[in-house]
């Protein structure tokens, strides 16, 4: 049965990968689009200036896809590949949560599991990190800003399961409702205190346009809630009805 | 859809299925589950970012619209 959920799993995420291509295809793109237009700009204005100094300019990078592939087969690739391991990992983690999260039937249980995954998997990380378009990054910090990332992501998560567990001891003692008030509360101590004392990532360019940075991050959450709620949506048929059957 | 499949799709719902899987019998597949996730975050998310497993750029380009959308560090 839970090889049947994880299966489920994995085609749902195929699937909301599809969707989230359509949407990034439509509307994330352009932002993505104008992004690179600044970066082409910087890098001519930086070799024009090399060489009216009479230095060598950098040579150019040599292109390894074009810029059709990138936002075509490649973004759809992407974005697929990521809603497959969305689907399974989602899978697995409805296989614990069905039954264990309080009174819910499967499909409110799979649309709370894709909440709290999107929020701890997405949102808290890149409220500290937020998502960034081309050409907004140093090259040679890239090792440094991974590390913070996935490490911001590591403890977005422990702190999620902590107030999890916290809240089940907290509830036989004091109730349902002020059992999760606290374990909420301890939850927001503990992630405000590592926004506040991880070291920030600033490196957007003086110049690039302020609109284009908002779209692009709107788009980018846009994206997560397309993958985590259409996982959370179709999961909450797919596996109500593997439960339904036999083995 | 049509009525029949409306129809079935709400009693599927209606079962009560709170049956929670035992723990032992998840583990395994949690494995294959997580390991899936696993390398889907690593390739679409880091590989020839931070850190590469292949040589080369290849991947690092052609999923570069993905990782930049999905949040992940890039460049």
Known sequence: MIGNLVLRGFIVGILAGLLAFGWAKVFAERSIGTAITFESAQDQAKEAAAVAAGRQPEPEAQEIFSRTVQSGIGLLTGLVVIGAGIGCLFAIMFAFANGRLGDLGPGPTAAWLAFLSLMTVYVIPALKYPANPPSVGEPATIKYRTGLYFLMMAISIAATMGAYLLRRRLVGRYGSWNGSLIAIAAYLVVVIFFFLILPGINEVPPTFPAVTLYNFRLASLITQIILWGAVGVMFGYAGTAALAGKD | ?75
């Open chain 2, 1 to 75: 859809m049509s009525e029949v499949d409306h129809k079935s799709i709400a009693t599927v719902m209606d079962i009560p299925l709170q049956v929670s899987i035992p723990v032992k019998r998840i583990l395994p597949w949690a494995i294959v589950g997580a390991l899936i996730a696993v390398l889907a975050f690593y390739f679409v998310g880091a590989e020839q970012g931070a850190t590469h497993l292949i040589s080369g750029m290849g991947i690092h380009e052609f999923v570069h619209d993905a990782r930049h959308l999905l949040g992940f560090p890039c460049h």
